[in-house]
T-cell receptor
Framework: AQSVAQPEDQVNVAEGNPLTVKCTYS??????LFWYVQYPNRGLQFLLK??????LVKGSYGFEAEFNKSQTSFHLKKPSALVSDSALYFC????????????FGTGTKLQVIP | DGGITQSPKYLFRKEGQNVTLSCEQN?????MYWYRQDPGQGLRLIYY???????QKGDIAEGYSVSREKKESFPLTVTSAQKNPTAFYLC?????????FGPGTRLTVL
């Protein structure tokens, strides 16, 4: 079975400061890893993914994430937070190959304080 | 949200009624998915389809039904057997690795 853990229900950060949203995963095999963002009453928007290759992945809106195989982590980061980054963030994992099941974390609410 | 549409945006159901949620995609993706989102529980998979005329149950399929008669369309019916249907429903389609989501339908039981 595969699983995703987002240990923080909410992360608060001051505008202009760096932000980190944590994600760890468990899967028996090589993973695909994803980050999505959700604004209130909206669908999930794709931010970035790790498939293979460089462990540091850059995505939309200045976000990046680092794949760490030994720690089974895929933390989302941004050097300087904006108030408009305030939203719900989801980490997800699936096995590589075909249309494998995608498992989502429970989400982390990011609050950027002006 | 581009390329995947869901309708209606808001839906109200009376006890004992079946309702159907629409999901259409123009991304030419083979695979489509339905998720249910409840506060604090993340996304739970209801049904998915990897190809036309084929679909599989997800983790919480009881009380739901689907069809996949066309590649572009994957409607979800919430039946009266679903005892707690009030939730936010999300449809997604997938290329070889990434899922893309529609804007969602919020279903409320009156």
């Amino acid at each position: 079975a595969q699983s995703v853990a987002q240990p923080e229900d909410q992360v608060n950060v001051a505008e202009g400061n760096p932000l980190t949203v944590k994600c760890t995963y468990s899967v028996s095999g090589n993973p695909y890893l994803f980050w999505y963002v959700q604004y209130p009453n909206r669908g999930l928007q794709f931010l970035l993914k790790y498939i293979t290759g460089d462990n540091l992945v850059k995505g939309s809106y200045g976000f990046e994430a680092e794949f760490n195989k030994s720690q089974t982590s895929f933390h989302l980061k941004k050097p300087s937070a904006l108030v408009s980054d305030s939203a719900l963030y989801f980490c997800a994992v699936s096995l590589r190959g075909g249309y494998q099941k995608v498992t989502f974390g429970t989400g982390t609410k990011l609050q950027v304080i002006p | 949200d581009g390329g995947i549409t869901q309708s209606p945006k808001y839906l109200f159901r009376k006890e004992g009624q079946n309702v159907t949620l629409s999901c259409e995609q123009n991304l030419n993706h083979d695979a489509m998915y339905w998720y249910r989102q409840d506060p604090g529980q993340g996304l739970r998979l209801i049904y998915y389809s990897q190809i036309v005329n084929d679909f599989q149950k997800g983790d919480i399929a009881e009380g739901y039904s689907v069809s996949r008669e066309k590649k572009e369309s994957f409607p979800l019916t919430v039946t009266s057997a679903q005892k707690n249907p009030t939730a936010f429903y999300l449809c997604a389609s997938r290329n070889t690795d990434t899922q893309y989501f529609g804007p969602g339908t919020r279903l409320t039981v009156l």
